[in-house]
């Protein structure tokens, strides 16, 4: 027996065993960062199962991208560009910063939240500088906090977030992602963090999956999501899971 087949039937023994057989583990996964490149856009929309998408604002494709996501039944998140360190040389459409003052802060969110057609939350884009600064993140919760059910996942590309803290205080429902699918392209890579997601949605009991619409990521997706009601788990929307 192959190591694979060892690890997904100890895996399986896990989630079919116990209290986790009627209450399966919950998976829900965002593709990020459409909204550029049309054919990858829109072969990600047609991954299987209720896969959520985040569009980044500004971007030639966005609307395109988010209305066709919408026509399959997919949902939909705004990918807000938040700054990711001093100094940033990457200059994207609609990005928060951290010298806006408040009235600027306002105006960007509200015309990047207009931009993305049926946006039903906010996810963050980079952010590592801005996600630390509790002044911009009390400002990005009440801005969210004022339009009705919208919600905020935290990509969490910093350990030293105060996202969820201040999204908690602001009364925002909020999670942060777990897992990057692909912090590189190689296929290895993917099919790693699929696994690994398997194994944290077991322990935890849901995991919040990040992805990219990249070949060796769709690839597998394609693959494997299929599988994973017949393995035990039970693949949600973003909404769903953070009604739980």
């Known amino acids: 027996m192959n190591a694979r087949r060892s690890s997904l039937l100890a895996l399986l023994l896990l989630v079919t065993s116990g209290p986790l057989a009627s ?40 609307r395109i991208l988010a209305l066709e996501a919408h026509e399959y039944g997919k949902e939909v998140l705004l990918h807000l560009p938040l700054q990711a360190k001093p100094n940033d040389s990457v200059q994207e459409p609609m990005s928060i910063n951290l010298d806006m003052n408040r009235g ?5 969110f509200e015309l990047a939240l207009s931009s993305v057609p049926y946006a039903i939350g906010v996810n963050s ?43 908690a205080e602001a009364g925002v429902n909020a999670r942060k992602r777990d897992i990057f699918l692909d912090p590189d392209r190689e296929p290895e890579t993917v099919a790693r963090e699929f696994e690994r997601m398997k194994r944290l949605a077991v322990q935890r009991g849901s ?11 769709l690839d597998l997706l ?12 039970e693949l949600v929307t973003i909404s769903e899971l953070l009604r739980q």
């Open 23 to 62: 209450n399966p583990p919950r998976i829900a996964i965002i593709i990020d960062d459409l909204g550029y490149a049309l054919e990858a856009g829109q072969r990600a929309i047609q991954l299987p199962g209720p896969v959520s998408f985040a569009v980044l604002p500004g971007a030639p494709r966005a």
């Open 125 to 167: 884009h980079r952010g590592s500088l801005l996600t630390r600064h509790p002044g911009h993140m009390q400002w990005l919760m009440e801005e969210i906090r004022a339009r009705d059910n919208l919600f905020f996942i935290d990509s969490y590309t910093t350990h030293e977030s105060v996202a969820l803290q201040i999204a």
């Open 222 to 233: 394609e693959r494997e999501l299929p599988k994973l009601a017949a393995e035990g788990f």
């Open 104 to 108: 600027e802060f306002r105006d960007t």
């Open 207 to 217: 995991v919040v999956v990040i992805g990219h619409p990249y070949s060796a990521t």
